[in-house]
Structure formats: structure tokens, C-alpha cells
């Protein structure tokens, strides 16, 4: 009991947001809300890689999370640990809102997510376009899902206990799922509990068993596969587009390097109209630029055509944070 509470307490309200109505799944997937721009819970998506930076050679490499195989390489990746509460109310034409509160203001249908992540934050880019749509939270994690009907308005749904305390007394009604994403071994497999009804045994085994499959994270025998598992719109009206973006690390890493070769192609065809490299116009690029004085006294060392585009190439591939002003520079002139 003691380890239930804990798990309880842990997922006491720290946010609100997420789902519309149907069955346990359709209230997931049809619940993203166009408007709102908070992250929003959805079904865990696949992550096949992610972007680190390589020492080595100075740049971003793209590496797939199955070639990592020691689970201490994979969670090293994921940094970043939080423990939230999603509450929204489905309307009758299945839109969700979302709560700024746990207890409902009126009767009806409301989807509640208590989530546990460990994860990382990853930019997500369009690929044709090269604009930032969002972010999305990718990792492993655990989900408990309550989809319930409220016959009362102004009841607490901001934790399983009390729901369970509601479903005693008859005032909600629905079901309960227990997702286990990312996180797999013989053990947690014989830990995910088989419960779907909403009372107080259920809640409290399920509880439970999350409890025990949280401290399996760090177990040398645990498998850990990254999924994306939350969104965040930068701007209303991108939420499916994002969620469209089932690889989201690889995809920003593509999209990020395609958006600065065509920087990189513009400043070159500024600079070097006919494949040749106009020092003097490179020069006075350069010096224009918002670039540090010392990166301003490097690019200048650069004499001729095919240095500039290696050059310019490799931070490409990196960070683009030598394009970026250049191309600024540019597009000011040309104004």
C-alpha cells in the first residue's frame, strides 16, 4: 500500500491537457487539439533515431536507438524525467478541451492520462519547408488512461484514488487501460496488470504494478525502445502535422540539413555567381554578418571555392550556426 501512494502521489495533478470520446483508443487518437499548445499525451509513436553531437568529428550524427545496446546507453539519452496529469472534457462533436483544473465542471465525458516519462525533448522541423511546427517528448515511460461518464458536476478527477473513491459512490463510470511503452523485459511482462473496470482494487493494482515496472528501468536485462509519446504545437493548427512525423529525430535532423544546403547553395551562388569564389565578396559578407569577431577573422582564411563549400557543407550537417547569419546578412541586402 505504501508503494501505491507513493505512485499516487507522484501523479498528482502538474498539468492539464489531452483526448476525445469513442472507446479507450478512439479517445486518444481523435483528442488533439488544433488549439492548444501545451504538450498533449498521444499513442506512442516510433523513434528510430535520434541526433547527438559526435566529439569526434565536430558535428551532429544521426544514431539509431536498436544500435545502441546497453540499456545505460539509451537512457543516457534521456535526461530529462517528468510525472503529469492530462485532464480534457469531450464535447458532443468530439472535441476536447482542456481543463486549467482537476475537478469537472459539469457532468459528462472525461479522458484522464497520469503519464510517468524519462525522455528527451526533440525540435521538430517540416520536411519540405525547413519551419520549426513543435516539439515532441521522446522516450519510455508508463500511462495509466481513464475514460469515464460523470453523472455530477464538481468531482475531483485529478488523481486514480480519488476516482476509484468516485466510482465506489457511483458518480463516474468508464474504463481503464495500463500502457507500459518502451520498457521491456520478462520481468515488467509479468508485471502489467490485466484490469479495465474503474474501481478501487483495480486502481490500486494497477498502482502497483507500475510502481514495481518503474524501478525496472535501470535493469541491465531491461530493453529500453524511445517512443515519441507527447506533442507541442508552436503554432495552432500543426498538432496532426506533427504527429505525422512518426520518426521525429531522424526527420529533424533531414529536414534541418536540407534547409541549410539550400542556404548554403544561396550564399555560394551570391558569392561565387560563376563557381568561382569572390574573395572581396566573401570578405565583405563576412565582416556584414552578426558572426563573433574571431568566427569573422576564421572565414576569412578561406581562399577559394571548394574550402567554402566543404566548409559550408559541414556546418550544414552540424548546426548551421555559421549559415544562419550569413544567409541573414544576405537576405538584409536584398531588401
Known sequence: ??????LALMLLPAGCALSSGGGMRAEMAKGLSENFLGYQPIDPLPAESVMIYDASVNRLQEVFWASLQANKQVA???????????????????????????????KGTYVVIMDYMKYRV????????????????????LR?????????????LGSLLAIGVEARRGTVRGGISVDVIGIDSPDVTNLIPLTSEIDQTSIQSALQALASIKTKISDDTTELTPHVMAIRQARQGAAEQIKEQTT?????????????????AYILAAVAP???LSKATWDALVDKSDLPDVKKKF??????????N??????????????????????????
Open 144 to 156: 495509466i488512461k481513464a475514460v469515464v461518464e460523470t453523472t455530477e458536476a464538481r468531482l475531483n
Open 76 to 106: 543516457r539519452l534521456l535526461p530529462l524525467q517528468t510525472a503529469q496529469v492530462f485532464v480534457s472534457k469531450t464535447d458532443a462533436d468530439g472535441t476536447a478541451s482542456y481543463l486549467t483544473a482537476s475537478v469537472s465542471g459539469k
Open 274 to 276: 560563376n563557381g568561382v
Open 248 to 264: 521525429v529525430a531522424r526527420q529533424r535532423g533531414i529536414a534541418l540539413v536540407r534547409a541549410n544546403m539550400a542556404k548554403k
Open 122 to 141: 526533440e525540435d521538430v522541423i517540416h520536411q519540405t519547408s525547413g519551419d520549426f511546427i513543435g516539439s515532441a517528448k521522446v522516450g519510455v515511460g
Open 299 to 308: 572565414l576569412k582564411t578561406w581562399s577559394d571555392y571548394q574550402q567554402v
Open 310 to 335: 566543404v566548409w559550408l557543407d559541414n556546418n550544414a550537417a552540424a548546426d548551421g550556426m555559421i549559415i544562419a547569419p550569413l544567409y541573414e546578412q544576405l537576405m538584409k541586402s536584398r531588401n
Open 1 to 6: 500500500m505504501r508503494m501505491v501512494m507513493a
